[in-house]
């Protein structure tokens, strides 16, 4: 049986890797939703200009302009898909993180379950010899009546 001062070092080191990794998952989600606001910022964008390049009774639209939105919307879905490519990433190394903290969770958590249990049993042991003291006690005071 490991001793349990030995083991508490264990889980406290395992904590200590469990909140890095939890850090370290947090950042990534966190890295995650900054890219997918952008993604969602450049998709609005889009949209903004596709609505300029709708006829209108105040502003009409010119050649020119008609192709210089086009080409800047052609810019801009080269961006949109290049930033779904990054989020695609990112979403690995989210999942990657994840699975990293979930695994040091459960080391600590495995860490905890046998302190736990050692205390149980040294309880246990406890209870039993203090079981046997008060026993032999009252074996004791029973002989020395007795004897009166």
Known sequence: MADIK???????????????????????QQQINKLQNQ??????YRQDYLM???????????ASRLI??????VKLDVSINQ????????SLVVDSRRTQWASA????????FLIDRQQQELAQIEHKQQQKL???????????????
């Open 6 to 28: 030995q083991l508490t070092i264990v889980k406290e080191m395992a904590e200590k890797k469990e909140r890095d990794a939890l850090k370290m998952f947090s950042a990534a």
């Open 39 to 44: 993604m969602q910022t450049l998709s609005e």
């Open 52 to 62: 300029q390049m709708q006829p209108n009774a105040e502003q009409r639209v010119t």
């Open 68 to 73: 210089a939105l086009q080409e800047f919307l």
């Open 83 to 90: 930033q779904r490519d990054v989020i695609a990433r990112a």
């Open 105 to 112: 969770k459960r080391y600590t958590d495995s860490i905890a």
């Open 134 to 148: 008060a026993d032999e006690f009252s074996m004791m005071a029973f002989h020395r009546k007795k004897r009166r």
